[in-house]
């Protein structure tokens, strides 16, 4: 089973995340989403895997999210500011065969690594 962790090393919950999918012998895809950035193609691909829309996977907190109105805002607005800026994605997606979910906490990997 092919597994990828969309991953910003500087999150402690992506870290431990990484940690808790190789301790299991898996090594995954590694991808630095900030680097990398999202295309909308990919995002909607990766919510449909995880059931769920782009509201849920907003950091609303996080710059520039208040600036951009984003907690009242529309899903095709949402995902739009997602590529734009690719922090406010929440953070680790971690996706295994045909399954995705957002791995707050860490643990949740196990279910999508056994689902998948």
């Known amino acids: 089973m092919s597994?990828?962790?969309y991953h910003n090393p500087r999150c402690s919950k992506s870290r431990q995340t990484l940690e808790l999918i190789r301790a299991r012998g898996v090594e995954p895809a590694v991808v630095e989403y900030l680097k990398t950035g999202w295309t909308e193609a990919l995002l909607t691909?990766?919510?449909?895997?995880?059931?769920?829309g782009p509201r849920?996977?907003?950091?609303?907190?996080q710059d520039p999210a208040?600036?951009?109105g984003l907690a009242k805002a529309d899903d095709?607005?949402?995902?739009?500011?997602?590529?734009a800026h690719?922090?406010?994605?929440?953070?680790p997606i971690v996706v295994a065969g045909d399954q995705a979910?957002?791995?707050?906490?860490?643990?949740?990997?196990?279910?999508?690594?056994?689902?998948?």
């Open 3 to 5: 597994v990828t962790i």
């Open 45 to 52: 691909d990766l919510f449909n895997k995880a059931g769920i």
């Open 56 to 61: 849920a996977a907003l950091r609303v907190k």
């Open 66 to 68: 208040p600036e951009l």
């Open 76 to 83: 095709a607005t949402i995902l739009a500011a997602m590529i």
């Open 86 to 91: 690719p922090v406010l994605v929440e953070r």
């Open 101 to 116: 979910a957002i791995c707050r906490p860490p643990e949740r990997v196990h279910e999508v690594l056994d689902r998948g």
